[in-house]
C-alpha cells in the first residue's frame, strides 16, 4: 500500500502545477516539490 501511494504522489508531483492544484493536500505536494526543486 504504501508503495503505491509513493507512485501516485510522485505521479502527482512530476505532472506539474496542473496536478497540483487539484490534489486534496497542495501542503504536503508543495513540500515534496521543494524537495525535488520543482517548487519555486
Known sequence: MKEKTLKER?????AGP???S???RPRFN???N???G???
Not at 10 to 14: F, R, V, Y
Open 10 to 14: 510522485l505521479k502527482k508531483t512530476t
Open 18 to 20: 496542473t496536478e497540483f
Open 22 to 24: 487539484t490534489c486534496k
Open 30 to 32: 508543495v513540500r515534496l
Open 34 to 36: 521543494q524537495k525535488d
Open 38 to 40: 520543482h517548487y519555486e
